[in-house]
């Protein structure tokens, strides 16, 4: 099955700078890749998503990478804000179809110091 | 439009109770899933379902059952809870695109 790994576990960056959350996955056949944003005590919150015939996608102050022959993707903030304070998760899946459930990464806590 | 969501928010068992989680959802999609979500570990799969009447097999499913009796209705159950079903438990759902929706969560404490 799929592994999905990310790094770091704890980010923290002054507001203002930019961060960078890297994952990597196992399964080359991976075709779909969410990141996900988890407030304290809430459900996880698609921020932006990638598919594997693009090699980056950018909204606004979030872009996202995508390396299929190194099998790894980045997630990158800029600009940070108090309100980017969160844990996110990157996940992969190979959709046919449908989609059989998302492998995620642990999880990287984002602090966005004053 | 409620999207997904999930009842009960909270819940406390005693070792050997059982208890049934109920995720609802209003977006007609055709898969639904169960996550299990524990400090450090992200989500991690439990078991899911491609439509109504079909279920299979996620990445932790032991120690747990599900049903899909209606299309809109996905039922978690826990037949004997055990203390390392501690956990908060996410119901989502997923259109032919692959985004998934994730309901409120549930917290449940077994002691």
């Known amino acids: 099955g799929e592994n999905v790994e990310q790094h770091p576990s704890t980010l923290s960056v002054q507001e203002g700078d930019s961060a960078v959350i890297k994952c990597t996955y196992s399964d080359s056949a991976s075709n779909y890749f969410p990141w996900y944003k988890q407030e304290l005590g809430k459900r996880p919150q698609l921020i932006i998503d990638?598919?594997?015939?693009?090699g980056e996608k950018k909204d606004q102050r979030i872009a996202v990478t995508l390396n299929k022959t190194a099998k790894h993707f980045s997630l990158h903030i800029t600009e940070t804000q108090p309100e980017d304070s969160a844990v996110y998760f990157c996940?992969?899946?190979?959709?046919?179809?449908?989609?059989?459930?998302?492998?995620f990464g642990k999880g990287t806590h984002l602090i966005i110091q004053p | 439009n409620a999207g997904v969501t999930q009842t009960p928010k909270f819940r406390v068992l005693k070792t050997g109770q059982s208890m049934t989680l109920l995720c609802a959802q209003d977006m007609n999609h055709e898969y639904m899933y169960w996550y299990r979500q524990d400090p450090g570990m992200g989500l991690r799969l439990i078991h899911y379902s491609v439509g109504e009447g079909t279920t299979a097999k996620g990445e932790v499913p032991d120690g747990y059952n599900v049903s899909r009796l209606k299309k809109q209705n996905f039922l978690l159950g826990l037949e004997s809870a055990a203390p390392s079903q501690t956990s908060v438990y996410f119901c989502?759902?997923?259109?032919?695109?692959?985004?998934?929706?994730f309901g409120p969560g549930t917290r449940l404490t077994v002691t």
């Open positions: 989502a759902t997923t259109g032919m695109g692959g985004e998934q929706y």
């Open positions: 990638i598919r594997s015939n693009v």
């Open positions: 996940a992969a899946i190979r959709i046919r179809g449908g989609a059989d459930g998302l492998t």
